[in-house]
């Protein structure tokens, strides 16, 4: 069984008691642990199920690289799955649960699925559910949906209970990973005078230095550890990071780092995770190794662990996972788990050594402490289900014939290390093969580059292959004064620290054990923990063709797990190299891809939630708004009053209301959001009559005039009316939405094009609330205000004036968008709300009524005016709305001109512009197309034009529409079909797109 | 006459600093040729200060002049000067190609006060931009955006931090300085 001991736990603090449920039981910890030690310290070897075949797991590793141990933690609004139980820290009140079973942990129904393993194997989903096509959605999809998958989504109806925020950082050099390389390499550039960040992942500094052991300067690593981080500390130009972890190299020197913030200590109200954003000049990757499992049967049963994450958990956590733990390695390293172990007053009945000639000196030091060792020899099988219960051993070289059985109920395993290159490699780092250590390597000439061509990421320790203490120091304090040199500082000579580690006799590739592993072996010998992938998967990929890496990988899911195959990748590659009879280097690797684990959704979107999810733009009058019954529309980011809700009435009551006061005595809309762009200069007009289609430079001072503007092709891109404020300064209005694209539109052309025009644009859209007072009593209401002269002689149609209106400074343009008498009225925006209350106050008498887009859409649909959005959709030119009358004849150029001169913009048959007047008086459907005879080449029915607006005319008394309709205007009366979904008729006759006052008269009053 | 309001009310808040919403500001956006000796001596007679340099502010006791882009100029002075001071420009640069508009209306300023190290970290949360002291101190400006909008600010001093958006995005930048503010969210990189 697994236990805590009675000493021991570096990272321990035994005063401290902390409870926590798993799978709804009550459990205790001590503070300094992980939920995985605690776990293992109260005897909880199973974990998990795994992801296919539903077998029982148990933690494999002690950090981020961890498989298999996966929990749902958190419940309702915090609950979050597929957690490593390995890098959770244990907090009092944590609440577990494990995965992917059912009806529980211990008794599985899905584990069927593993005796019937040898019918499931790569590419069975691909081979199988491919006929008949129809079971794909019916059948197949809704079966996979719900036998794979390990963690459960959140609820649906909860909300992420967290907060999260980003942080901006910039510095010369950015050191990931606080091991002790990481702190050297630190220590190394800060010296030098670089600005520096070192980023730790987990809670503690030094890495797994100080339980790998050896000896610093003389002391212990934890001593060499603990003065190197003050001296650190001490450097003002050195910030120190824990529970922070370098996610992912992106070009130019960016970096994302990802902080736990409260994960240990969940506290409302602060962020959980911030997500670092980082400039760097030079990135030193002490990312560290990873140990790799040995591919041996059996090589799943909770208990078989690696060998150096037993060790972490005896000498961090002061747990022991098994009683009697068999050793079985390919290298030196595991006999230090073997005489932890030992030492701590544990069984070690054998350490198997896949070398025939065995390991060095602490091969030695094992067989001191009467550990049995014996070389050559592998493991044939491992016994048990839910728990290790035995070995049985045989010779590597062997097929597996059984030579001995032991009992034991752990067993260590090391196949070697490989370092974290992931980091290295997101910006394209290239790895060389290390064969004397097995292992992929940065290759330092080909180091991921920057804009001047010099590499911008240095590997430093284990991370760049150098597995000795003092090696890897050297390497740390290279990489350290190289990246202070590359950005710009004069690093001090080198002072090594001396350290001393026992010397390692060379690994042996073990890919296979043993070497002459039958089929029913190799079938039970796991590569991918977490998807599921065995050796003879990856086998039968091979034989079936997928000689890439990257088809194997794809077509065995192996590495595509959550894990990313941070245990499995090399062993995998090495099988599949081995299939193939190629070379590993020839195989070679699949792309890391950043993040390096995965980071939270949360700290992506940072503060961008609840009411500062985005920006919503607000007019002056907004509140008043919101006070008075808005049911508001989005347009662009503001948020427009649609229509205003009294007494319970319909949406459609109310745009009646509103439409029906409007026409009858006064309406007032809120027309802020409008663009309004200044554009002044000797060559304003000249740029104008480019911008618009019709002819801006000749409009007199004191006038205003509507007019299109078209993109390069010449499609209708916006429209608006434009005013002449003086001789060299026109204001140009646009649509809401339009505002920063037209803007952005008139700069491009001004700063790309014609550079040497002498125009200036101001966008000033913000700077007035503008406000529409139109219907018949408009001037009435205005006159009442007092201090401007509006009536029709002094101000006449489409024209405007400056002054002062009830004291407040006021521009007033006499502009119609709804067919009535209409005056629109731009104030200072910090007057806009006083304003909107004199009208409101001065209009009492004549009913005022606040109107929304909607009453301003129909109005405006009466009188026959397109809208861009509706009638436009970056398909449609003026010409197809009827609109030739504002296309200059005149001019040599606009924008636009040439694109609606080709072929098929001139073509005759396209869609114009009509009204369409249903023979019932209903409305007609919105995006309604009407039919014609017969069918096209895809057998769907011809169509003959659409509606493009559509709706109730409560000024009419029935349905208007407007649309697109093939020689539309050439059809005058006749009545085309425009079916409902279900193919009834609806049938419209076509007529003038004005329903309303055609003479305008009522505006021109 | 009717007095211009504040956007949203004169708000202010409190965490690991304070931030408030400022009285309306007058502003006047300049557009012109650095270069012209006529521009140079109008901008000199309405700020009190020769054209600053890219991405620096310039304070007199008349008005606070910023770089906007190598052809634009901000004005920032008290509300009630800002139509006769571009009424005064547009006389002095008569004849010549300019811009001169009063956008008082169109921003609105927020400051933060509070320990200096605090005020960058605030900022440094929410802006792709080096807060550090060696890299951003009284007289630099920064017009960039913070999270989804465009803003600019400055320092007033070492405790004191100006910041510009625009009029209809006020509340958003309030709400996201508040939130980024809560005590206990300290991050310690200038401290």
Known sequence: ?1005 | MSNPVNTLGGAKTTGFVTVAEMPPHGMITLRGDFAAAKFKAAVKKAAGAAIPAQRKVAVTDKATLSWMSPDELLLVLPYDKAAATQGALAAELDGTHFLAENVSDARVMFQITGEAALIRELVAKLAPVDMSPEAFAVGDIRRTHLNQIAAAFWLEDDSRLNVVCFRSVARYLFDLLEVSAVKGSEVGLFA
């Not at chain 1, 050297?184 to 797994?208: C, D, L, N, P, S």
């Not at chain 1, 954003?277 to 078989?304: C, H, K, L, Y």
């Not at chain 1, 000795?468 to 202070?484: E, N, P, T, W």
């Not at chain 1, 101000?795 to 007033?812: C, S, Y």
Request: aromatic letters at 8%.
């Open chain 1, 1 to 1005: 069984m697994s236990t805590r001991l009675a000493k021991g736990g570096r990272l321990l603090d035994r005063s401290k008691q902390i409870s926590f449920t798993f799978n709804g039981t009550r459990m205790t910890g001590n503070a300094g642990d992980t939920l995985a030690s605690a776990l293992l310290a109260n005897d909880q070897m199973m974990m998990g199920r795994s992801f296919k075949y539903h077998r029982p797991r148990g933690v494999v590793a002690s950090g981020a690289e961890e498989p298999n141990a996966l929990v749902g933690l958190g419940s309702g609004a915090r609950f979050e799955p597929n957690q490593r139980v390995t890098t959770t820290e244990l907090f009092d009140g944590l609440e577990a649960g494990s995965q992917n079973h059912w009806p529980s942990l211990e008794f599985d129904i899905g584990a069927v699925n593993s005796a019937f393993a040898r019918f499931l194997p790569a590419g069975f989903y691909y081979k199988i559910f491919k006929y008949p096509q129809s079971f794909w959605k019916h059948v197949y999809e809704p079966f996979i949906r719900q036998s794979a998958g390990l963690g459960k989504a959140p609820d649906k109806d909860t909300y992420d209970a967290d907060r999260y925020e980003h942080f901006h950082a910039f510095c010369d050099v950015l050191v990931i990973g606080g091991g002790v390389a990481g702190l050297q390499a630190a220590f190394a550039a800060g010296r030098a005078g670089a600005k520096v960040i070192v980023m730790e992942q987990t809670a503690h500094w030094g890495g797994r230095a100080p339980v790998d052991g050896g000896t610093i300067n003389g002391g212990s690593v934890d001593k060499f550890v603990e003065e190197t981080v003050s001296e650190l500390e001490a450097m003002p130009n050195v910030t120190l990071r824990l529970r922070c972890m370098g996610a992912g190299v992106y070009d130019h020197g960016y970096v994302l780092g990802y902080e736990r913030l409260t994960d240990h200590a969940p506290q409302d109200g602060l962020p959980r995770h911030r997500l670092w954003r980082v400039r760097t000049g030079q990135i030193v990757t002490a990312t560290g190794a990873i140990e790799r499992p040995i591919s041996f049967a059996g090589n799943d049963i909770p208990g078989v662990m690696l060998a150096a994450a037993i060790r972490d958990y005896a000498v961090n956590y002061g747990v022991s996972v098994g009683d009697r733990t068999v050793v079985v390695t390919s290298n030196d390293d595991a006999y230090r788990t073997a005489i932890v172990l030992k030492e701590q007053g544990l069984e070690v009945p054998v350490v198997l050594d896949a070398r025939a000639n065995g390991g060095g000196e602490l091969a030695d030091r094992a067989r001191a402490l009467g550990i049995r060792v014996e070389n050559g020899k592998a493991i044939a099988k491992v016994k048990g289900g839910k728990r290790v219960t035995g070995v049985a051993i045989c010779a590597q070289v062997g097929e597996g014939a059984v030579l001995e059985e032991i009992a034991c109920d752990a067993v260590a395993m090391s196949g070697g290390w490989s370092p974290v290159v992931h980091l290295w490699s997101h910006c394209g780092g290239k790895l060389i093969w290390d064969a004397a250590h097995c292992m992929f390597c940065p290759d330092g000439d080909n180091p991921p580059r920057g804009a001047d061509g010099n590499g911008f990421v240095i590997p430093a320790g284990s991370a760049n292959g150098a597995m000795d203490l003092a090696i890897a120091l050297a390497d740390a304090d290279r990489a350290g004064r190289d990246a202070a040199k590359a950005t710009g500082h004069s690093p001090a000579r080198a002072t090594l620290p001396e350290a001393e580690q026992a010397a390692e006799n060379a690994i042996e590739p073990v890919w296979m054990m043993p070497q002459g592993a039958g089929i029913k072996l190799r079938m039970k010998a796991w590569l991918d923990y977490q998807n599921d992938v065995k050796v003879s998967d990856v086998q039968l990929a091979a034989q079936e063709g997928f000689e890439s890496v990257e088809h194997a990988k794809r077509y065995t899911t192996l590495g595509m797990a959550t894990d990313q195959g941070k245990l499995s990748n090399i062993n995998g590659l090495a099988t599949l190299a081995g299939s193939l009879g190629a070379d590993i280097p020839a195989v070679g690797t699949t792309t890391f891809r950043p993040p390096y684990t995965p980071i939270s959704m949360g700290a992506i979107a940072g503060a961008a939630r609840g009411a500062t999810f985005q920006p919503l733009r607000r007019t002056p009058i907004q509140e008043w708004h919101e006070e008075n019954g808005a049911f508001f529309e989005p347009v662009g980011h503001w948020r427009r009053p649609y229509c205003y809700l009294r007494n319970g009435e319909s949406h459609g009551a109310a745009v009646s209301r509103e439409i029906n006061a409007t026409r009858g005595s006064l309406g007032l809309l809120d027309a802020s959001t409008l663009g309004k762009i200044v554009v002044k200069g000797p060559d304003a007009g000249k740029f104008l009559d480019m911008m618009y289609t019709n002819m801006m430079s000749t409009l007199p001072v004191g006038k205003c005039r509507y007019g299109l503007m078209c993109n390069e092709n010449g499609f209708l891109m916006d429209d608006g009316v434009v005013v002449r404020m003086a001789e060299d300064t026109w204001l140009c209005h646009t649509t809401s939405g339009g505002a920063d694209h037209v803007h952005a539109h008139m700069e491009e052309w001004l700063q790309t094009e014609w550079w040497d025009w002498k125009v200036y644009t101001a966008n000033v859209t913000e700077q007035y609330a503008q406000i529409a007072v139109v219907g018949p009593n408009a001037r009435k209401v205005l006159e009442k205000l007092g201090g401007m002269d509006v009536n029709a002689e002094t101000l006449p149609f489409m024209q405007w004036a400056e002054g002062t209106l009830a004291g407040i400074p006021a521009r007033i343009f006499r502009i119609s968008f709804s067919g009535e008498l209409s005056y629109e009225v731009a104030v200072p925006a910090s007057h806009g709300r006083a304003f909107w209350d004199k009208v409101l106050k001065a209009g009492a008498e004549f009913d005022v009524t606040p109107y929304g887009t909607e009453a301003l859409h129909v109005m405006r649909a009466e009188k026959g005016f397109i809208m861009i959005g509706d009638e436009t959709d970056g398909t449609v030119i003026p010409q197809d709305l009827g609109l030739n009358w504002a296309i200059s004849k005149k001019k040599t150029d606009y924008i636009g001109k040439r694109g609606q001169a080709r072929s098929h913009m001139t073509d005759p048959t396209r869609w114009k512009l009509v009204g369409l007047e249903t023979v019932d008086g209903s409305v007609l459907p919105e995006g309604a197309y009407a039919v014609a005879e017969g069918n096209n080449a895809n057998g769907q029915r011809n169509v003959q034009g659409r509606v493009t607006s559509t709706y109730h005319s409560p000024t009419l008394g029935r349905g208007i529409a407007m649309g697109l309709v093939l020689n539309g205007p050439e059809r005058m009366g006749e009545q085309i079909n425009f079916p409902r979904v279900d193919g009834t008729p609806v049938m419209a006759k076509i007529v003038d797109p004005v329903f309303y006052d055609k003479e305008g008269k009522k505006q021109n009053v």
